[in-house]
């Protein structure tokens, strides 16, 4: 569930007001109700009485009532592996998440947790509290919150930041070149579309414009270098930036069908398969068998290599290189990919001699820096333009290969603004 506390304030609370619409039933909250006493239930909107101080006994107390009535689900530390079996109201399993990492469903908000606690989580195992209101409720709340810091709940929120791509006198040629040291980095929040706890949390983006050309460089962590996509059981690293084509941006998960996105790609196998030790499937498949092929005029068995296997070759019978598929193509020489995208499931390649963006990665100590560069103004009419002096969207998405990210399934950014210094 992404944010979308940069809509007006005015449409969010539209869009409250449509969903509550919805229910099949008018809502009725009855009165409030205080559980009289242990074991008994309480009712209508939970008062939130002030919260008493988080002393050391306050702790004490609050880690013996967690040990007694949480650690079962919840994991003797938070961590979400409780012994107990749990399932969802329609009976498949669940278990609640990390309380560690400082993400939270609903808000982190002291107050909002206080009413989690006691009111539970309906439809979930989380039950309602049959006792634990008022400071014990409060403790609990601030056991919970002591376990994760405000920087990583306030990692954990989708927010839209500014990028300013600053006007130099050339952009940089290389992700490691001196001029990337004095541009100032912005720090982007990531979500996993398919929620995990071990996910990347942040993309740092730098951005320079030199009137002509424009250059990101787009920094995260991954303690994996995944470059290669030999086996099927390999996926690789990748990260991706897309742009609308309008001020107003379309749905920011790949655009809609009316309104195309932009998007540049960069695949860590790509980059590995450009370096001048390109990947062996030799090294991969010991024992690999290979067949000749009378259209071939380079002898496979002593190169196995894809571009030995291809470029000896017509193209005719390389039939991905034949249609002009810019994946099969034995002679790119970028390891990005111009794609275009109008909604789910329709992501595809610009046409060959539109693929204008240029890219070049590096992988250290655990951190990708990769940079992408492009003419300012777009080849062919699905390109973007990046016009000076003006504010484009952009959103990102990063790929783990090694937890098994591909296609949609990736950690993404909400759309940001990248301003174009005049
Ligand atoms: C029977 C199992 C069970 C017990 C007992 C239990 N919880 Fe939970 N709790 C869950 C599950 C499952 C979730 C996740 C629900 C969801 O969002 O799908 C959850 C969610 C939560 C959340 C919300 C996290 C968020 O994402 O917003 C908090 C806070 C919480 N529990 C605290 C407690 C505390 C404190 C206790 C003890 C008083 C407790 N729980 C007891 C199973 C349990």
């Not at 919840?74 to 009976?91: A, F, L, V, W, Y």
């Not at 571009?307 to 193509?329: E, H, K, M, R, Y």
């Amino acid at each position: 569930m992404p944010s979308w506390g940069h809509l007006p304030e005015d449409e969010r609370w539209g869009l409250v007001h449509y969903i509550k619409s919805l229910a099949a039933k008018p809502w009725t909250v009855p009165p409030a109700v205080v559980p009289p006493g242990e074991g008994q239930s309480g009712q209508g909107v939970i008062h939130v009485p002030p919260a008493p101080p988080f002393t050391a006994e306050a702790r004490k107390l609050a880690l013996e009532r967690y040990a007694d009535a949480c650690a079962s689900c919840h994991g003797p530390t938070g961590k979400g592996d409780g012994g107990e079996d749990q399932k969802d109201d329609s009976g498949y399993p669940t278990r609640p998440r990390d309380l560690t990492v400082g993400v939270f469903k609903g808000s982190p908000d002291p107050a909002h947790l206080y009413r989690r606690i006691v009111a539970g989580i309906p439809g979930t195992p989380m039950p309602m509290s049959d006792w634990a209101w008022g400071a014990e409720a409060w403790h609990l709340v601030n056991l919970i919150r002591s376990w994760s810091s405000d920087s990583q709940r306030e990692r954990a929120e989708m927010r839209e930041f500014r990028l300013v791509a600053r006007r130099v006198e050339r952009v940089p040629e290389h992700p490691d070149a001196g001029a990337w040291r004095v541009t100032p980095p912005v720090n982007l929040h990531l979500m996993p579309l398919w929620w995990r706890s071990d996910r990347p949390e942040e993309l740092t983006v730098r951005a320079l414009h030199d009137g002509r050309q424009i250059a990101l460089l787009l920094t995260w962590s991954d303690g994996t270098h995944d470059h290669t996509a030999m086996r099927p059981q390999d996926f690789r690293d990748a990260v991706a930036v897309q742009f609308a084509l309008t001020p107003d941006p379309p749905f920011f998960a790949m655009g809609s069908r009316a309104r195309h996105v932009n998007i540049w790609m960069w695949k860590s196998e790509r980059q590995a398969d450009l370096e001048p030790a390109f990947q062996d499937l030799e090294k991969v498949y010991p024992n690999l068998g290979i067949d000749s092929y009378p259209n071939s005029t380079v002898s496979a068995v002593e190169q196995p290599t894809r571009q030995a296997l291809t470029l000896g070759s017509d193209p005719v019978f390389v039939t991905g290189w034949g249609a002009g598929n810019i994946v099969s193509d034995p002679l790119r020489k970028s390891p990005t990919e111009d794609l275009v995208a109008q909604g789910f499931g329709t992501l595809r390649a610009r046409p060959r001699a539109d693929q204008a963006v240029d890219g070049r990665g590096v992988y250290a100590t655990g951190t990708y820096r990769v940079m992408l560069r492009r003419d300012l103004a777009g080849p062919g009419v699905q390109a973007v333009t990046l016009t000076p002096g003006t504010t484009v969207p952009v959103g990102f998405a990063v790929w783990n290969g090694s937890a098994g990210d591909r296609d949609g399934k990736k950690s993404v950014t909400i759309w940001q603004d990248l301003v174009l210094e005049p």
